[in-house]
């Protein structure tokens, strides 16, 4: 009923820059919170950047200073703007959703991307 396409993720040398985007599509009637979720390999999947519908955000201690997420409801679109990357960001990053769809506005339930990597190094 949703689809999340994610892009901009890549090769970046340490210090670089990469913008992630997100777009929801379908029967989507409203959208909650919007975040960025990373896996290295290894690891488990951690909470990167998070924003609600009142641009309420939240960010791991990580990435606080370096990344800024924001959104744009009127597109259904998710941000990550990711400066001074470091080689341990490397990863693939998730967007994910907390969408109501029309057929049952009062329910919630997240929706994924498919992942993008990005990849930190010189």
């Known amino acids: 009923q949703v689809q999340l396409v994610e892009s901009g993720g890549g090769l970046v040398q340490p210090g670089g820059s990469l913008r992630l985007s997100c777009t929801a599509s379908?029967?989507?009637?409203?959208?909650?919170?919007m975040g960025w979720y990373r896996q290295a390999p290894g690891k488990q999947r951690e909470l990167v950047a998070a924003?609600?519908?009142?641009?309420?955000?939240n960010y791991a201690n990580s990435v606080k200073g370096r990344f800024t997420i924001s959104r744009d409801s009127a597109k259904n679109t998710v941000y990550l703007q990711m400066n001074s990357l470091k080689p341990e960001d490397t990863a693939v990053y998730y967007c994910?959703?907390?969408?109501?769809?029309?057929?049952?506005?009062?329910?919630?339930?997240?929706?994924w991307g498919q992942g993008t990597q990005v990849t930190v190094s010189s």
């Open positions: 994910n959703f907390k969408v109501a769809v029309t057929t049952t506005p009062f329910y919630e339930t997240d929706y």
């Open positions: 924003i609600t519908s009142g641009a309420y955000t």
């Open positions: 379908g029967s989507i009637f409203s959208i909650n919170a």
